[in-house]
Structure formats: structure tokens, C-alpha cells
């Protein structure tokens, strides 16, 4: 259950450029994505990752209807295994 963490966003949204990176408790990244809608399942190179919490920066800028956003979030994410 739960067994991804992804990325998307509204239908008619128009995404020009997004970055998602995900770090662990010591700041080492272990995954990072410039594609969107994007999903990461919990691994790092072909591994699964020890559970734990991971720290995620999401900065994505998109237009809708012709009008320019830009979405910058910082979170956690809880991996339990």
C-alpha cells in the first residue's frame, strides 16, 4: 500500500521544467528526476533503501492557460518496509 512516491499535477497544466530530488538523514542524494509526472519506489541504484525518513525538494515551473507558476516544496517522505 502506498508503495510510491510521485509527482503530478492538474490536467491542464503545461509543465516547462521540473526537478525532484530525494535525500537521506545525512544528505547523500538518492534519487533525483527531471521528468514529469515522475514516480520513485523506494530505491536508489536498482537497491531498496533501509527504512527511514528522506528529505525531498520538488521545484517545478509550469504555465496554465498562459500564465507562468512557479511550485517550490520541501517535505518528508516515511519509508516503512
Known amino acids: 500500500m ?3 512516491f510521485s509527482i503530478f499535477g492538474k490536467p491542464d497544466m503545461e509543465v516547462a521544467s521540473m526537478n525532484l ?10 534519487f533525483q528526476s527531471s ?3 515522475t514516480v520513485w519506489n523506494g530505491q536508489s541504484q ?3 533503501l533501509n527504512p ?3 528529505t525531498y525538494t520538488v521545484d ?7 500564465k507562468a507558476y512557479q511550485f ?3 517535505g518528508d ?3 516503512v518496509r
Request: aromatic share 14%; glycine share 6%; net charge negative.
Open 72 to 74: 517550490v516544496k520541501t
Open 52 to 54: 527511514g525518513v528522506f
Open 77 to 79: 517522505v516515511l519509508i
Open 35 to 37: 521528468q514529469y509526472p
Open 2 to 4: 502506498n508503495d510510491l
Open 46 to 48: 536498482d537497491r531498496e
Open 21 to 30: 530530488s530525494i535525500f537521506d538523514r545525512w544528505g547523500n542524494l538518492v
Open 60 to 66: 517545478i515551473d509550469y504555465s496554465i492557460a498562459n
